[in-house]
């Protein structure tokens, strides 16, 4: 069974329960998504969940980035969702990982991050998820 991470805003938690569901559906085991933080031990919380996060994502066949609608902006991508997608990206250049890396849909043309995400499409180092699901 392939694992899969699901990258995305820990503030859209219905979105990430539709797609928890809908790739345990499809026989994928969800190691790994955006959770809850506790806002009391903002800090020592965030490490926790960096830490363990990233290490789920060495340990990942597929990273599946979530990049709904936000803030009236199509396919928002936030420095974090960026920030993972590089990081399994870097691990399949550098380090011969094969993580396969999807993201739900193109980002718009007023993302910060909007041309390295066109271009990584182009190189071929991402997909979108319509090509996951072939």
Do not use: H, R
């Not at 938690?13 to 539709?18: A, G, K, N, S």
């Amino acid at each position: 069974m392939k694992k899969i991470v699901i990258s995305g805003s820990s503030s859209m938690q219905d979105t990430i329960t539709y797609w928890k569901d809908c790739f345990t559906d499809k026989n994928l085991e969800v190691i790994d998504y955006p959770k809850q933080i506790n806002k009391k031990n903002l800090l020592k919380e965030l490490s926790n969940l960096y830490s363990n996060f990233y290490k789920s994502i060495d340990n990942t066949d597929i990273l599946f980035l979530a990049n709904v609608d936000k803030n009236n902006i199509k396919g928002y991508i936030g420095a974090n969702i960026f920030s993972e997608l590089n990081y399994a990206l870097i691990q399949n250049l550098n380090n011969n990982k094969n993580i396969e890396i999807y993201l739900l849909q193109k980002p718009s043309k007023e993302l910060f991050c909007y041309d390295e995400i066109t271009n990584y499409l182009e190189l071929g180092w991402i997909k979108l998820y319509e090509e996951l699901i072939k």
